[in-house]
């Protein structure tokens, strides 16, 4: 489910919308692509800093959308590659997931885990 295109994309500066739905609404967080690994099972491993709404938020409803893009990677109609997320989150505060972010973002207080539903490549 994870094309070359989306790492190519993860490879570049660009920014992370993460949109997550909680007991008081819709809430959206960034981060940055070059952040984000893709696990060997193919999830998303993202590193939180703060993120607690987006907790909570997961807690509550554990579905989220996710986009990303990169301006520099050739896309489906020219310049910029574009892609939806679909998928399920959860925090991981131990572990081999944690451990892995943790040794590259010594500020990470936990890992977002995301298994993918659905990867559209969107422009």
Do not use: C
Not at 21 to 45: C, E, K
Not at 48 to 53: D, L, P, V
Not at 55 to 77: Q, R, Y
Not at 99 to 112: C, G, I, Y
Request: aromatic share 8%; net charge neutral; charged share 20%.
């Amino acid at each position: 489910m994870i094309t070359e295109k989306l790492l190519e994309v993860l490879k570049q500066d660009g920014v992370v919308a993460i949109a997550t739905l909680g007991q008081d609404g819709p809430h959206m967080v960034n981060t940055w692509n070059s952040y984000i690994r893709i696990s060997a099972d193919g999830r998303l491993l993202i590193p939180a800093g703060y993120m607690h709404r987006t907790e909570a938020n997961i807690s509550f409803n554990p579905e989220v959308l996710i986009t990303l893009g990169s301006s520099k990677v050739h896309g489906l109609h020219g310049p910029g590659a574009g892609f939806l997320i679909k998928g399920k989150a959860a925090f991981i505060t131990s572990g081999p997931d944690f451990d892995l972010l943790k040794s590259k973002f010594e500020w990470l207080r936990a890992t977002v885990a995301v298994t993918p539903d659905s990867i559209t490549q969107t422009w």
